[in-house]
């Protein structure tokens, strides 16, 4: 008996001291995303019961793990981390009535935004209470405010330069204001990703195509030219001010986008078309829809959102390479 207790003891300690000696993750991170069907992970299944699940994968609106997961993946590996996602598929970057009113459950940015930093005062965003978490925010959004534009105009809306004007600022403000919101409540950077190339999309009409892709320069533009504006800002107010020291982080343009989409290897073998098309929305469940035979031989998986094995680059040969440039992440991931 006396032997077997020995044993126990010693291996006790043995595996007490494996534990010991196992380092302890030097970096805790805290990704935390906000966005549209690009960037939603499930939100919209739980709440709206789509996209169908019996077509898409686990809530992303795409055929496998999205570029979240890829990046949130790529992280965890190495270090202790957590993911938040406020990103709804359908999410416009300023309120929209239209949406609201067919998907109610479907939160815009501004109200993305408010969630999170409810969540981060009640303290549910910190890693077990370790205020020394560094906390990643990255927004991408804007695509179907763009969108909400081009079936306005589909629908025989006219809109004159001042419209299209109006339209560009409007989107800017949207996104500007709920990235200072964050750094307003102590969060000393935010990530911004540019328009995603809707243009290239099988659901835009040809027709409408060279409009689509004029809005994606002009709110790229805009949005360059409002972050360097609010910077200005931010860089001279007095420390402790909300929002003093904060630093805006744009991720380029568009066209590092669209120029991944020839990178990846194997290429894909059709550039234009989708492996399925929704007949009404992917926010819409419709029964009967066939999918084609290889969904990774598209770029597009429904004819406005593109196939998972896109989102794996741009997680791991766009944004994280651009985050670890900015010295956000770590170079050995």
């Known amino acids: ?198 243009h290239i999309a099988p659901a835009v009409p040809s027709a409408f195509k060279p409009m689509v892709a004029q809005l994606e320069v002009a709110l790229d533009a805009a949005l360059a030219t409002g972050i360097a504006a609010v910077q200005s800002v931010l860089d001279a107010l007095p420390p402790g001010f909300p929002g003093a020291g904060g630093k805006l982080h744009l991720l380029g343009d568009a066209s590092w986008i669209q120029a991944g989409t020839t990178q990846i290897k194997p290429a894909f073998k059709n550039m234009t078309g989708s492996c399925f098309s929704s007949p009404v929305s992917s926010m819409v469940i419709s029964p009967g829809i066939k999918l084609c035979a290889k969904p990774d031989s598209y770029l597009f998986y429904d004819n406005i959102h593109v196939s998972q094995r896109f989102h794996q680059w741009f997680a791991m040969k766009g944004v994280l390479p651009r985050l670890q440039e900015l010295g956000l992440l770590p170079k050995k991931l």
């Open 1 to 198: 008996m006396a032997s077997r207790s020995i044993l126990a003891l010693c291996t006790f300690c043995i595996l007490l001291g494996l534990t010991a000696a196992r380092p302890a993750p030097t970096t805790k991170y805290v990704l935390v995303f906000f966005g549209d069907s690009l960037t939603d992970t499930g939100n919209t299944l739980r709440d709206g019961g789509v996209p169908d699940p019996s077509i898409y994968y686990k809530g992303r609106y795409t055929n496998g793990p999205n570029w979240v997961d890829r990046l949130s993946q790529a992280v965890a590996a190495k270090y202790s981390t957590k993911v938040f996602n406020y990103a709804y598929g359908g999410a416009t970057a300023c309120p929209n009535a239209a949406v609201s009113s067919l998907f109610p459950y479907v939160m815009h940015l501004p109200n993305q935004t408010a969630k999170f930093l409810n969540d981060l005062q009640f303290g549910r965003t910190i890693l077990s209470g370790d205020e020394s978490a560094r906390i990643l925010p990255i927004q991408w959004i804007g695509s179907n405010d763009v969108q909400d534009t081009m079936v306005k105009q589909l629908q025989g809306v006219n809109f004159t330069m001042a419209d299209v004007q109006a339209f560009v600022k409007g989107v800017v403000a949207c996104r500007l204001q709920a990235a200072k919101s964050l750094l307003e409540a102590g969060l000393p950077f935010v990530v911004m990703l540019p328009m995603s190339p809707l």
